[in-house]
């Protein structure tokens, strides 16, 4: 019986080329992200913060409530003084008792870095800001905000 000399049976050895170098392309990938530039530092109390956006994507669903992730990165001020923090965007900063209630919002991290997935509304507006909000142990709660960037706002079309 004759061997078919079929499309498939000349080329499936790319196939199997293609399966082994795939993983090299996404750990390449994995291994050199790319940010957003971070915003200009604030002072907030005895912390100089810079908060820095992991994308330019709109915010995501995330247990029920939309999100946007973000990293805060401290100049000034040891993280181990803050007691609580949390991030939210709107046109004004959530009362830090309504914050308590939930899980999303929460600053979590190190002391190089500060991790939160920030409270946001399906789409932003115009108005609205980054909102930081933080309680030391000594009770003192400190608030910032700083203006979205232009990138992060829906685009208007003409």
Request: no cysteine; aromatic share 12%.
């Amino acid at each position: 019986m004759a061997r078919s000399n079929s499309v498939w049976q000349r080329h499936k050895y790319k196939l199997n080329g293609l399966v082994l170098v795939l993983p090299f392309w996404f750990l390449y990938q994995s291994l050199t992200p790319e940010f957003p530039p971070a915003w200009p530092a604030q002072q907030v109390g005895q912390f100089e913060i810079a908060p820095m956006p992991l994308n330019l994507k709109p915010p995501y669903a995330h247990h029920d409530e939309y999100v946007k992730d973000f990293m805060l990165m401290f100049g000034q001020g040891d993280v181990s003084d803050i007691r609580q923090g949390y991030v939210n965007i709107g046109p004004a900063p959530l009362p830090i008792e309504e914050l308590q209630q939930g899980d999303e919002g929460i600053l979590h991290g190190s002391r190089h870095g500060q991790h939160v997935h920030a409270i946001a509304p399906k789409q932003f507006s115009a108005t609205d800001k980054l909102w930081l909000t933080i309680e030391t142990w000594q009770g003192e709660q400190l608030t910032s905000s700083w203006e979205l960037p232009p990138e992060l706002l829906p685009k208007i079309l003409p």
